[in-house]
C-alpha cells in the first residue's frame, strides 16, 4: 500500500492522505504532481500528465506490521489537510510575521509549549530572534536545572545531556517568554521513513512529522 503524502495542484478523487493500493489507476493533468510512501518506506513521484496505474515496486523490506503505521500516517494527513483548508487564510498571514522556523524537523522551538522529538546524538533548540544576548534558564521536572547564556547572533543552541533525556518535561525561560516542552528522543535505530513519521505522530509531534514528510526526497 502507498500513502498519498502531498498533492500538488488539483488532481480529481485523490488527496493527501488516501491509501492506494500497487495497480490503481490515477489522473494527472498536466502541472500536478503526488508523491507517495510505502509501507516499507519507498518514495516515489508521480508528475502530470499521467495516466496509470500506481505502479508496484519490489520492496526490499517486508510490509508486514506496517498496518499500524500505514494507518496513523493516513489519518494524520487526512485531518492535516481538513484544518489546511480551514486555516490556510489565517496560517499563510502568520507565517509572514518574523524570521521563518527551521525545517529541520528535529530542531525543538522554545516557542513552542507540549510535545517535541529529537534525536538523541544531538538535541538542538532554536530562537526565532537571535539579535540578542540572552540568558537561557532550563529545570526539568525532577529538579535540575540550569542557566545558559545565549551568544546574539546564534539562533540555535545545543541542549546538555542533563535534560537530553527521554520523557523529560523541561522549562524554559528565555526573557519573559517560558515554555514548557515534553521531550521524546527516538532511541532506537529506524531508517523505514514510514516508521519514524509514525513515531512522532504517536508522541504527539504533529509540527515535526508534518516538517519530516516534507522533507522526504
Known amino acids: 500500500e502507498w500513502v498519498v503524502i502531498s498533492v500538488a495542484g488539483q488532481v480529481p478523487g485523490v488527496q493527501e492522505g488516501q491509501v492506494v493500493g500497487p495497480g490503481k489507476p ?4 498536466p502541472a500536478t504532481q503526488l ?4 509501507a516499507s518506506g519507498k518514495m516515489i513521484t ?5 495516466a496509470g496505474p500506481v505502479v508496484a515496486v519490489k520492496e526490499d523490506n517486508p510490509t508486514e506490521g506496517h498496518a499500524q503505521d500505514v494507518s496513523r500516517l493516513a489519518k494524520f494527513l487526512t485531518e492535516r489537510q481538513k484544518a489546511d483548508n480551514m486555516l490556510g487564510t489565517m496560517r499563510a498571514v502568520s507565517q509572514g510575521l518574523g524570521p521563518p522556523a527551521p525545517k529541520d524537523p528535529w530542531i525543538i522551538l522554545l ?3 507540549g510535545q517535541q522529538c529529537a534525536r538523541p546524538q544531538k538535541v538542538e533548540l532554536w530562537r526565532k530572534e537571535s539579535s540578542s544576548h540572552e540568558v537561557l534558564m532550563l529545570r526539568s521536572d525532577e529538579g535540575v536545572s540550569a542557566k545558559l547564556v545565549w551568544a546574539a547572533g546564534e539562533n540555535s543552541l545545543e541542549l546538555g545531556n542533563d535534560f537530553a533525556v527521554d520523557g523529560r518535561t523541561i522549562q524554559a525561560a528565555l526573557g519573559s517568554r517560558i515554555s514548557t516542552i515534553k521531550l521524546h528522543l527516538l532511541l532506537r535505530p529506524i531508517d523505514n521513513p514510514l516508521e519514524i513519521a509514525s513515531w512522532m505522530i504517536d508522541q504527539g509531534c504533529n509540527r515535526q512529522a508534518k516538517l519530516y514528510l516534507d522533507s522526504l526526497p
Do not use: C, H, K
Request: no cysteine.
Open 26 to 29: 490515477v489522473n494527472l493533468p
Open 35 to 38: 508523491r507517495l510512501l510505502s
Open 46 to 50: 508521480l508528475s502530470g500528465p499521467y
Open 111 to 113: 516557542s513552542e509549549s
